[in-house]
C-alpha cells in the first residue's frame, strides 16, 4: 500500500511539472499553433479575383491571370479562389467591390488599372495581401506597404515583336491595332507596336504602314486625344468587329487584336473576310480561337504571361514569405514575346529567324521597344 501511495506521488509530480512547463510556454505553442493553421484545410486561404465586366473567360488578360491562380490550387488543395465580376468599369466602383468583401478574403487579385488606387485600402487593412496586376501602384506614402505587390510585365517586348510579323509578313504592305480601352498598358500596346513596325521599316525594308481611323482615336484621363484604333471597351464584341471590317476595307491584311474580350469581334470580322487576312493574338496562345474551317487565321500571338507571377506571388504568401513592393516581368523572365512553337503560328522560317534576332536585341537592351512610336514609313523620315 505504501509503494502505491509513492508511486502515485512521483506520478502527480511528474504530471504536475509537465503541466506547468506548458503553461509557461502556453502563449508561445499557441503562436505555433496559429501559424501551423494560417493557411490549411483547417483555415484555407480564401483568395478573391475581382474583375471588370469582361470577366474571368475573355480567352485574353483576365484568362490568363485566372489560369495562373488555378494553377497554384492544383498544387495547393488548402485554398479556395472566389471570382466577383464587377460591371461598373469605372475606378471608383472598382475599388468599393473590394472594400465589400474585404471581410470575406485573406488575399485579393486585382488585374488591371481601375485598381490603381488599392494601396489606402491595403494600408488600413495590414492583415489582407494585395495583388495588383498590370499596372503602376499609386501610393499614399513613399514607403512601400508590406501587404502589397505590384506585378508589372513589359508589354512592349510583345507589342514590338508583333510589330515586327506582322510589317514583315504583310501582302497588302497595310497592319492595324485594335485596342480595348486607353489605359496605360493598353497605349504601350499600341505604341510598341508602331515602333516595330518603324524598326522593320528601317532594318528589313518591309514599307509597311499602319493604319488608323480617326474616329476611334481614345479620350484619355486629361481630355487629351490619344491616336490609335480603340473599341472603348475591354468587352465590345461588336464595336471592335466592326472596327475591324473598316480596316480590311481599307486594305489591311493583318490586325493585332489587343482588345481584351473585344478581341473576338476582330476574330469574327477575319472569319468572315474573303481576302486570306490574319490577326495577331494578344496575351495568351490565341491559336486554337483561329480555327475557320480548314484554315486559321491567327498567324501567332503576342504573349504576356503573368500567370508566372500570379502563382509565385500565392506560394510566397503561403510560405509566410510575401513582401511587398514593385516586380517586372519581361523576356529574360520568359514572360513575354511571339509565339514561336509549332503548331501554335504560320510564320515563315525567315521571319521566325528575325524574331529571334530581335528578342536577343531587346533582352540585351540594344533595342527599345518604344523609341520609335509616331506613325511613319521610312521615306517619311527626315
Do not use: W
Not at 201 to 220: D, F, L, R, S, W
Amino acid at each position: 500500500m505504501k509503494k502505491t501511495f509513492i508511486l502515485l506521488f512521483l506520478l502527480m509530480l511528474v504530471f504536475t511539472s509537465c503541466s506547468e512547463k506548458n503553461i509557461e510556454n502556453k502563449d508561445e505553442a499557441l503562436d505555433k499553433t496559429n501559424e501551423d493553421i494560417l493557411y490549411s484545410e483547417a483555415r484555407p486561404m480564401k483568395i478573391a479575383m475581382l474583375t471588370s465586366l469582361s470577366g474571368i473567360d475573355d480567352g485574353s488578360f483576365n484568362q490568363n491571370i485566372y489560369e495562373g491562380i488555378l494553377e497554384f490550387l492544383e498544387e495547393n488543395k488548402n485554398a479556395t479562389l472566389t471570382a466577383i465580376q464587377e460591371y461598373d468599369t469605372s475606378k471608383e466602383a472598382q475599388i468599393k467591390a473590394v472594400e465589400d468583401i474585404l471581410k470575406d478574403y485573406d488575399v485579393f487579385v486585382l488585374p488591371g488599372y481601375q485598381f490603381i488606387n488599392i494601396s489606402k485600402i491595403a494600408k488600413e487593412n495590414p492583415d489582407k495581401k494585395f495583388i495588383l496586376l498590370d499596372a503602376d501602384l499609386v501610393y499614399d506614402e513613399e514607403t512601400k506597404l508590406d501587404n502589397l505587390k505590384s506585378i508589372n510585365i513589359n508589354g512592349a517586348e510583345s507589342g514590338f515583336l508583333a510589330g515586327v510579323l506582322a510589317a514583315s509578313e504583310s501582302k497588302t504592305k497595310k497592319v492595324a491595332v485594335i485596342n480595348g480601352v486607353a489605359f496605360p498598358s493598353n497605349i504601350e500596346l499600341h505604341d510598341s507596336f508602331v515602333s516595330g513596325v518603324n524598326y522593320a521599316n528601317k532594318t528589313y525594308k518591309t514599307e509597311v504602314e499602319v493604319i488608323e481611323i480617326p474616329e476611334q482615336n481614345a479620350m484619355g484621363e486629361n481630355g487629351e486625344e490619344i491616336a490609335g484604333n480603340y473599341v472603348g471597351s475591354f468587352d465590345d464584341v461588336a464595336g471592335a468587329k466592326f472596327i475591324a471590317q473598316e480596316l480590311i476595307n481599307e486594305g489591311v491584311d493583318i490586325i493585332f487584336a489587343a482588345a481584351g474580350k473585344s478581341g473576338q469581334g476582330v476574330f469574327d470580322a477575319l472569319k468572315e473576310s474573303e481576302d486570306r487576312d490574319f490577326v495577331i493574338g494578344c496575351d495568351v496562345d490565341q491559336y486554337e480561337e483561329g480555327k475557320n474551317g480548314s484554315e486559321n487565321i491567327v498567324l501567332s500571338s503576342a504573349v504576356k504571361h503573368l500567370n508566372l507571377g500570379v502563382n509565385e506571388i500565392l506560394e510566397s504568401i503561403l510560405n509566410d514569405e510575401f513582401t511587398g513592393g514593385t516586380i517586372v516581368l519581361d523576356m529574360n523572365y520568359a514572360a513575354t514575346g511571339v509565339v514561336l512553337d509549332e503548331g501554335s503560328q504560320q510564320i515563315s522560317k525567315s521571319v521566325i529567324n528575325r524574331i529571334r534576332d530581335c528578342e536577343t536585341l531587346l533582352m540585351t537592351g540594344d533595342v527599345d521597344p518604344l523609341a520609335d512610336p509616331e506613325i511613319k514609313l521610312d521615306d517619311e523620315e527626315e
